[in-house]
């Protein structure tokens, strides 16, 4: 499928994927099962087996051979569970689910890499930032990482990095919203945040929705076959074919990020003078899906705050605009994005020389 149903195209897969047909599939097979999974009867038996069937599955998958999987409603309560009582140090570039909780007190380099060198065990750092797609040197034994840009887009090798606890949300892995998941090595290493039931192994209280975790677990086996398969290969041609034909059209166009290694799916480009925001607004009239920044609650944009680490000036942070690719995107996605972007752009230029 190129286009969504109503003949859009959407370049804005890091901010949620589309629902794979096996994750779908997986929700309609489970709507009419009733149980609950600490009930002893039959059906909460079978709710319980879909979700240690899951977990299973996600460890396998996941490469993670000791440790838990607790399952929980995304990547921002994950992140909460974990550290809300650690203290850790992490830099500006996190999302904003892990800075809330750590002292932000890491540098970031003008490539956008953290460096890191001591006490990473005291340390949280993410595996791929979601506005420019640039990916980190994840130390082995990392205290904490957010894996949830890179997972199903990339060959994270999570088995060699070994974090202390990771975390995962379902719909950035063409899963459902609703559900993600925390990996600690140790389940000493948590407090609980919700409590009041025994559910999770006690570090999460609350009645566990077997529907999303069942989706959730075939989300990810599909996400990451697409990354066995090699198809987010082919798509960082695609994106490559992007960025080469817009710096065509405009030769101040800013690649950010383009000398580090990035996800295969994500460019942000800055083009001087021209506010992301603007950007995104007329190419949603022209039916593409794009984002300026990484998208927060109230429907706000993000204050770019890794663009500002970088040393851009506000003023072009705020000319930025993510465009992240999927798997369905096709060669005549990027063709009918480019005659759009140039034609906004020479309108664009046109208000830009009349008002000098």
Known sequence: MTLLHNGRRYFDWNASSLLCENSRKSIISNLDLIGNASSIHSEGREARNIIECSRDEVMDLLGLNEGKIIFTSGASESAALFLHNKNLECSAIEHDCVKKWCNVSLPVMKNG??????????????????????????????ACTDAVQAVGKINCKLDEIKPNALFLASHKVCGPKGVGLLFVEHEDLIEPLIVGGNQEFGLRGGTENFMLIAAFSKALAYSLKLVKDGVWQEIE??????????????????????????????????????????????????????SSGTACSSGKLSELSLLKEMAYSEDLADCSLRISLGPNTKKSDIEAFIFSWKQLYSRHQGRWDSEK
């Not at 001591?118 to 979601?130: G, V």
């Not at 065509?248 to 925001?277: Q, Y």
Request: glycine share 8%; with cysteine; charged share 25%.
């Open 113 to 142: 890499l953290v460096p890191l060198k001591k006490a990473k065990h005291k340390k949280a750092l993410q595996i791929a930032n979601s506005e420019t797609g640039i990916l980190q040197k994840v130390p082995k034994g990392i």
């Open 237 to 290: 041609v695609l994106r490559n074919m992007l960025e080469s034909e817009v710096r065509d059209i405009s030769k101040n166009t800013i690649v950010v990020g383009e000398e580090e290694k990035r996800l295969p799916n994500t460019s942000c480009l800055i083009t001087p003078g021209w506010k992301g925001e603007n950007q995104v607004i007329a190419l949603d009239l022209e039916g593409f899906s794009v």
